[in-house]
């Protein structure tokens, strides 16, 4: 189908995927590629909407299957709308989260069983995944102390407590291990530019030529 790549960003809070996501779209566009920047949950205006419900508000209001179910269906509205046209107009498509965020919150950190996760995406998506996965990794306390200096009100994640966010980490750090010819773990207690070179490096072995 694709004739585009798909980039995602992926870690718990205050990683930088947000400030990668933006440097890696910067010189991506500046070298003439045609880029869309996007993320979830939302990047659609259906999955907009579902994004104030998961990440607004008191941090008990979904139970996990409650929750996957949410992402799942932000996530099918926003590839339906988004980020597969753009895929097949031959853009360059970086997602600010993706799926793996569902397996590391709801699945490592909530406890919804890995295989139901599986189940729920393969039904709602099927065999589509990622080109290539930045999985940001850093201590847990390092990233929610960043995370509080950004302010805003998208805060219900954030404010989950260290345990949760530990489980996160871990959710994450499975992944890398389990796929790692997707998935790169970038250490991302190092500087902005630092991290930024180390994506880049990564991302022009999978870039088609500019057109
Ligand atoms: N490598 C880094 N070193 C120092 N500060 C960083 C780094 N990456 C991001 N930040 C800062 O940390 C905060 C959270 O970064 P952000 O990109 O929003 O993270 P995320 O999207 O992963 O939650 C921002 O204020 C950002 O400027
Ligand atoms: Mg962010």
């Not at 809070?13 to 933006?22: F, L, N």
């Not at 996990?64 to 269906?73: S, V």
């Not at 099918?76 to 980020?83: A, K, P, T, Y």
């Not at 990794?137 to 989950?160: C, F, I, N, Q």
Request: with cysteine.
């Amino acid at each position: 189908m694709a004739k585009g790549i798909f980039i995602t960003l992926e870690g718990g809070e205050g990683g930088g995927k947000s400030s990668q996501a933006r440097m890696l779209g910067d010189v991506l566009t500046s070298r003439g590629y045609n880029v869309l920047l996007t993320r979830e949950p939302g990047g659609s205006t259906g999955a907009e909407a579902i994004r104030r419900l998961l990440v607004e508000g008191p941090g008990g209001k979904w139970d996990g299957i409650t929750e996957a179910l949410l992402h799942t269906a932000a996530r099918r509205d926003h590839l339906v709308n988004v980020v597969w046209p753009a895929l097949d107009a031959g853009k360059i498509v970086i997602s600010d989260r993706f799926s793996d965020s569902t397996l590391a919150y709801q699945g490592s950190a909530y406890g919804v069983a890995k295989q139901v996760l599986l189940d729920l995406y393969k039904a709602a998506i099927g065999d589509f995944k990622p080109t290539i996965t930045f999985i940001l990794d850093l201590p847990v306390d390092a990233g929610l102390a960043r995370a509080a200096s950004r302010g805003g009100k998208e805060t219900r994640y954030e404010s989950m407590g260290e345990e949760f966010h530990i489980k996160v980490r871990q959710g994450f750090l499975d992944i890398a291990k389990d796929e790692p010819g997707r998935c790169k773990l970038v250490d991302a207690t190092k500087d902005l530019e630092t991290i930024h070179r180390a994506i880049l490096a990564d991302v022009d072995k999978v870039l088609p030529p500019v057109k």
